[in-house]
């Protein structure tokens, strides 16, 4: 079956700290990942996505995330924590192309990024 | 920027009624999307729609679900009798292809 795997529920680092939200995967074929952001009572904001190229993607507020298809990751990561950057953050993947005419995403189960000042 | 517009951003209804969430997705996208998140959980696909046509549904889009374009620019999710385990936040999307554009959702509670 295809998953999405955030192994932690939530992550805390200080501010000005560089942050890492972990993602794994299990897709067959050629994903699409995908990194977006929820604050309280917000809808999805999208921060960044990897189609295929360079496995080291930068997005939106200077996220960056790394695809590493050995190991089915795709970690969210910032070299420098902010307390406006604590959040709901959500790895989704696609599982690449249509098939009949979807591209559904497969989410996570989130990760909540508390930046401490 | 084109956005994903959704109404009400909040609904209240009784259990056993019927809902309608309306979504105007971008203009020039080709494919659309609900998805639904029980509050601060996991965000779940419900159905994708292309070419004027359901293209995949999960197994929680039973018959009490529906969707519908009916003019072209509007995208609605139909509830016909709500349950309480409907309550949640509804989110619509649309894309061109694989990268979306979500609306801001509609939060259902069902009471």
């Known amino acids: 079956a295809q998953s999405v795997a955030q192994p932690e529920d939530q992550v805390n680092v200080a501010e000005g700290n560089p942050l890492t939200v972990k993602c794994t995967y299990s897709?067959?074929?050629?994903?699409?990942l995908f990194w977006y952001v929820q604050y309280p009572n917000r809808g999805l904001q999208f921060l960044l996505k990897y189609i295929t190229g360079d496995n080291l993607v930068k997005g939106s507020y200077g996220f960056e995330a790394e695809f590493n298809k050995s190991q089915t990751s795709f970690h969210l990561k910032k070299p420098s924590a902010l307390v406006s950057d604590s959040a709901l953050y959500f790895c989704?993947?696609?599982?690449?192309?249509?098939?009949?005419?979807?591209?559904?995403?497969?989410f996570g189960t989130g990760t909540r990024l508390k930046v401490l000042a | 920027e084109p956005e994903v517009t959704q109404t009400p951003s909040h609904q209240v209804t009784q259990m056993g009624q019927e809902v309608i969430l309306r979504c105007v997705p971008i203009s020039n996208h080709l494919y659309f999307y609900w998805y639904r998140q029980i509050l601060g959980q996991k965000v779940e696909f419900l159905v994708s729609?292309?070419?004027?046509?359901?293209?995949?549904k999960s197994e929680i889009f039973d018959d009490q679900f529906s969707v519908e374009r009916p003019d072209g620019s509007n995208f609605t999710l139909k509830i016909r009798s709500t349950k309480l385990e409907d309550s949640a936040m509804y989110f619509c999307a649309s894309s061109e292809e694989y990268g979306y554009t979500f609306g801001s959702g509609t939060r259902l509670t069902v009471v």
């Open positions: 989704a993947v696609s599982p690449g192309g249509t098939t009949s005419g979807t591209y559904k995403y497969i």
């Open positions: 897709v067959s074929g050629n994903p699409y």
């Open positions: 729609f292309y070419n004027n046509e359901i293209s995949e």
